[in-house]
């Protein structure tokens, strides 16, 4: 199986604060790397898919980069709704395997 | 608006079968454009996919859990179906069913766009 690692597994930052989390597979998926929030008591959301498509009626200050075993998500500007916990998840093929997250903290 | 509900028992006895049932609403399950997926949270282990299956029944499952689990689909009342058998306590977590959308068949790549709520099951000795 394909091993998802992300970095901070938590990050404590401000409203207004630009932040980034790394993704890395343990192989090259190309381009295959989708991005989700959780916030506490619900359930994921997708935010980008392959890479660096914003998924329909995520706001603009989110973005995701990379391809081959490192990607990012970035954050240009903090709102209070941000502060949550995010996953990684490569879709290269079966088994998919999610990153072990990534908690935003204010 | 598409809504995906998941039922079942939230207690169940180690051994015997966990089974769950997502009930889709707001859209047809049966469409081409996408599979149909288990997925589960547990604090030791995350985010686990457990599998996907298309209304004509094609599976993907993990292989991890493959030998225990059974996945199907009802096009007629649109709800998609999970048993895993024997449970353990190692099952015990929140699943969720969620929709993928498909952007490749082979290998089959998508990314999941929609969610249920989840539910929580306890598997008890």
């Known amino acids: 199986d394909i091993q998802m690692t992300q970095s901070p597994s938590s990050l404590s930052a401000s409203v207004g604060d630009r932040v980034t989390i790394t993704c890395r597979a343990s192989?090259?998926?190309?381009?295959?790397l989708n991005w989700y929030q959780q916030i506490p008591g619900k359930s994921p959301k997708l935010m980008i898919y392959?890479?660096?498509t914003l998924q329909s009626g995520v706001p603009s200050r989110f973005s995701g980069s990379g391809s081959g075993t490192d990607f990012t998500l970035s954050i240009s500007s903090l709102q209070p709704e941000d502060f949550a916990t995010y996953y990684c998840q490569q879709s290269l093929s079966p088994p998919y395997t999610f990153g072990q997250g990534t908690k935003l903290e204010i | 608006q598409l809504q995906l509900q998941e039922s079942g028992p939230g207690l169940v006895k180690s051994s015997e079968t966990l089974s769950l049932t997502c009930s889709v609403s707001?859209?047809?399950?049966?469409?081409?454009?996408?599979?149909w997926g288990w997925i589960r949270q547990s604090p030791g282990k995350g985010l686990e996919w457990i599998g996907s299956?298309?209304?004509?029944?094609?599976?993907y499952y993990n292989p991890s859990l493959k030998s225990r689990v059974t996945m199907s689909v009802d096009t007629a009342r649109n709800q998609v179906s999970l048993n895993l058998s024997p449970a353990t306590a190692a099952d015990t977590a929140v699943y969720y069913c969620a929709r993928l959308g498909i952007t490749m068949i082979v290998p089959l790549r998508g990314f999941f766009d929609s969610w249920g709520q989840g539910t929580l099951v306890t598997v008890s000795s």
């Open positions: 299956i298309y209304h004509s029944g094609s599976t």
């Open positions: 392959d890479a660096s």
């Open positions: 192989q090259t998926i190309s381009i295959y």
């Open positions: 707001g859209g047809s399950i049966s469409s081409s454009s996408y599979y």
